[in-house]
């Protein structure tokens, strides 16, 4: 019960990747050939009011609603940053999509998400496997 | 109102409801916005084979697989209870380039069915486009600690530089393949 609101939260983000139509490869495709602002709007204007919020709760030490102190961690550079994400790019123009959004997929009923779920589950764990010799 | 949930949302609606997400998880259980992690969760729990970065108490992070779980039933509720139009409103430039470059004629869904129909999966398409496109995907994410809402959203947000050079980095790959390696692919 104690993961009701995540679900909740989940499936409101579910339906907003979806009716934002995020979740196309045609979409994705539209973004990387700067044919249209939709992918730069939902993205820009997502950063800009989450900037907003973050500013709020830090400013008011907010916290939690099991009462915790919110605390947000600083994120360490290492060169995996740059080539992991390259990687991930262009995987994201070959499938459009991002992990959330294939997730979505899978629920509005794409034969395909699921293959592509697996896939990216053996990239996961075939990543995990090799994590000590790859260059950081 | 029924009408305006039905049709496809603005990015001026739906990119500040997006972004309401990550103070929403935030005060509700103090987490943050992240999804491929739920890949490496689902590693852990199922195929952990001594892997050191598989062997950590993934029970832990349960919300976000329960987080992703919501996810696929709102794709479920968004398209299909909802509805959807046939044809995705791009523009008129990008299906004018698809149409010669890709060879692509039918429109119609999520997803081209011509790259990402199961049947691919007997020719080359369906093992760019389904399986090694797929495994860049979990294997670039969890390489850069994180995808576009791990990074881009939740880490831009919060003004992490490291997020930046993760984003640019999405779309040099991004740029690269739509611009290079397709056109060699086609």
Partial sequence: MKYFKYLVLGTLFGIILTKSEVISWFRIQEMFRFQAFHMYGVIGSAILVGMISIQLIKRNRLKSMDGEPIVLTDKKFNHGIWIGGFIFGLGWALTGACPGPLFAQLGSGVGSAAVLILAALAGTWTYSALREKLPY | ?186
Avoid at chain 2, 61 to 81: C, D, K
Avoid at chain 2, 84 to 92: E, F, L, T, W, Y
Avoid at chain 2, 103 to 129: I, M, Q, S, Y
């Fill in chain 2, 1 to 186: 109102m029924l009408e305006l949930l039905q049709q496809p949302w603005p990015w001026y609606v739906a990119g500040p409801l997006i972004g309401l997400t990550v103070p929403a998880l935030l005060l509700v259980g103090n987490k943050a916005l992240g999804i491929s992690s739920s890949l490496r969760h689902v590693c852990a729990a199922c195929v952990p084979a001594g892997i050191p970065f598989l062997t950590y108490n993934w029970r832990a992070e349960i919300w976000n697989l329960v987080f992703v779980l919501g996810i696929a039933l709102g794709g479920f509720i968004g398209y299909r209870l909802l509805g959807h139009p046939d044809v995705i409103g791009i523009s008129a430039a990008t299906v004018r380039d698809l149409k010669a470059e890709l060879h692509l004629t039918d429109f119609t869904g999520l997803l081209p069915r011509e790259l990402f129909a199961l049947d691919n999966l007997a020719n080359w398409k369906g093992w760019v486009f389904l399986v090694l496109g797929g495994f860049l995907v979990g294997f670039g994410t969890r390489y850069a600690g994180g995808c576009t809402s791990g990074h881009a959203i939740s880490g831009l947000s919060n003004l992490q530089w490291v997020s930046g050079v993760a984003v640019i980095g999405f779309f040099a790959g991004g740029l690269l393949m739509t611009w290079v390696i397709y056109p060699l692919l086609f």
